[in-house]
């Protein structure tokens, strides 16, 4: 299996979805922070997972994660809606790598969670997120519970 992680920071959920796609899968860490690549790398490393590739990408333009064309089975995103700018064109990009059939898991803010989370206006409320998903081709799948200031969407191509 291939996965994207996109917006990836630290790799908490790329050493994960690692451990979950096994040896034989494949997960794309991508972030425009490099930084956060580089910490990606070293807890890949540290775990021994040798399936975990780093990769500079810029996701609010065409083309920006630099993957091919229907290229991942699934992609996952977390707290990165309210902090991109491009909303609809990063979900095209996830839209355009993803292969027919293959699922992308969001969780984002619901809330700002009392000065805890994001400013109260940047965070997407959910029905917006759903909104730009279907919008841009997706189809809802589901959902699943992420946390009281969270909400967690399950849509598929």
């Known amino acids: 299996m291939q996965v994207a992680d996109f917006g990836c920071g630290p790799g908490f959920y790329s050493v994960a979805l690692a451990e979950a796609v096994g040896p034989n899968g494949r997960v794309w860490a991508l972030d425009v922070q490099k930084e956060m690549l580089e910490l990606v790398r070293s807890k890949a490393r540290k775990a021994r997972f040798l399936n975990v590739i780093p990769l500079w990408a810029d996701l609010e333009k065409p083309g920006g994660s ?41 969780i984002d803010w619901s809330d700002s969670a009392a000065g805890a989370g994001p400013r109260a206006e940047t965070v997407i409320k959910r029905g917006s997120a759903e909104k730009i998903l279907e919008e841009t081709g997706f189809t809802r799948a589901g959902e699943f519970p992420a946390g009281d200031y969270h909400y967690g969407l399950i849509y598929k191509k």
């Open 66 to 106: 630099k993957l091919a064309e229907e290229s991942v089975d699934a992609i996952f995103m977390s707290n990165i809606l309210f902090q991109t700018q491009n909303k609809k064109t990063m979900l095209s990009e996830a839209f355009r790598v993803l292969k027919t059939g293959g699922k992308i898991a969001i």
